[in-house]
């Protein structure tokens, strides 16, 4: 992957990191974990285009943010509560209230959550799915991914040449890395919602 990567940005420059970039929110692939450090790591060997490789992978994310955010709106959230799982798990009355609280008061949990593969793109649904207002999405969605597309992108760039040297060993890095930022995500929203009473 890194070799097409690097032929794609090579060929068509920012424009092929603006669509990769807009697919990576989108669709989830390819990863922005690899995606951003190879961007990074061009950027060095060209000498160019940084700062404005991190404006648009960041300026591209968001907009596909949107894709899933208006995926969420049309399909609302009142559904979620037919689903045994869920009924099991959560009282109609505590679920409404986490409802409302990520509508505003906890909506900062878009920005957290920007900083967890796959779930990056995911939190987009349920903020559509509440109607949470567009300006305070936008806000914290662009300080998240802000953050993240900066990260990956100067550990491209400051590994310099050795990110080819050690590319293989940085993927076997990025999936270990995957599996217990899962794991994390999952133990820390269910100590959340227990803390705030919101599950059974």
């Given at each position: 992957m890194l070799e097409i990567l690097n032929q794609l940005f090579l060929?068509?420059?920012?424009?092929?990191?603006?669509?990769?970039?807009?697919?990576?929110?989108?669709?989830?692939?390819?990863?922005?974990?690899?995606?951003?450090?190879?961007?990074?790591?061009?950027?060095?060997?060209?000498?160019?285009?940084?700062?404005?490789?991190?404006?648009?992978?960041?300026?591209?994310?968001?907009?596909?943010?949107?894709?899933?955010?208006?995926?969420?709106?049309?399909?609302?959230?009142?559904?979620?509560?037919?689903?045994?799982?869920?009924?099991?798990?959560?009282?109609?009355?505590?679920?409404?209230?986490?409802?409302?609280?990520?509508?505003?008061?906890?909506?900062?949990?878009?920005?957290?959550?920007?900083?967890?593969?796959l779930v990056r793109a995911f939190v987009s649904i349920p903020a559509g799915m509440v109607r949470m207002p567009h300006k305070i999405f936008i806000i914290y969605s662009a300080i998240g991914i802000i953050i993240w597309t900066t990260i990956w992108i100067m550990i491209g760039y400051f590994l310099g040449a050795s990110f080819t040297q050690y590319k293989i060993y940085i993927t076997l890095i990025l999936v270990i890395f995957l599996i217990i930022s899962t794991l994390i995500f999952h133990s820390r929203i269910k100590k959340y919602l227990r803390k705030k009473g919101l599950r059974k």
């Open positions: 060929n068509h420059g920012l424009w092929a990191l603006f669509v990769i970039m807009f697919l990576n929110m989108a669709i989830f692939i390819p990863p922005s974990e690899i995606i951003l450090p190879t961007v990074g790591f061009l950027s060095y060997t060209s000498g160019s285009y940084l700062i404005l490789a991190i404006i648009v992978a960041t300026i591209a994310n968001l907009l596909g943010t949107y894709v899933w955010y208006f995926v969420g709106r049309k399909i609302g959230y009142h559904w979620i509560l037919k689903f045994k799982y869920i009924q099991k798990r959560f009282t109609e009355d505590s679920f409404h209230q986490m409802v409302k609280k990520f509508h505003k008061q906890e909506a900062h949990w878009v920005m957290v959550f920007r900083f967890f593969p």
